[in-house]
Nanobody, 122 residues
Framework: QVPLVESGGGLVQAGDSLRLSCAASARAFSIYAMGWFRQAPGKEREFVAAISSTGGVTYYADSVKGRFLISRDNAKNTVWLQMNSLNPDDTAVYYC???????????????WGQGTQVTVSS
């Protein structure tokens, strides 16, 4: 089991920044690749970013490339998603997830957090 807890969501204006955190309560955190996904009302859950277990490789959806940055600190059992230049299309519930290998699809992840709401007003 890899319990995950997201935090850092909120209501911001277009152009603002937010940093989401995902804390894992698991000694094995460092062996897991981590991903961020988001789900807007009426839409399917979509990939945002992923990072390898060591942090050496990162992946981004085209829609966030250049604006979002995923990072992790295995000593702190935490992964972050720095979100810059936010726009209303980024409004969604954001979830972090853990997998043995990086994946851009939700099905590739075994453990999920409860999600944190991000709302971007225009």
């Amino acid at each position: 089991q890899v319990p995950l807890v997201e935090s850092g969501g909120g209501l911001v204006q277009a152009g603002d920044s937010l940093r989401l955190s995902c804390a894992a309560s698991a000694r094995a955190f460092s062996i897991y690749a981590m991903g961020w996904f988001r789900q807007a009302p009426g839409k399917e859950r979509e990939f945002v970013a992923a990072i390898s277990s060591t942090g050496g490789v990162t992946y981004y959806a085209d829609s966030v490339k250049g604006r979002f940055l995923i990072s992790r600190d295995n000593a702190k059992n935490t992964v972050w998603l720095q979100m810059n230049s936010l726009n209303p299309d980024d409004t969604a519930v954001y979830y972090c997830a853990a997998a043995r290998y990086p994946d851009t699809t939700p099905g590739g992840y075994t453990y999920w957090g409860q999600g944190t709401q991000v709302t971007v007003s225009s």
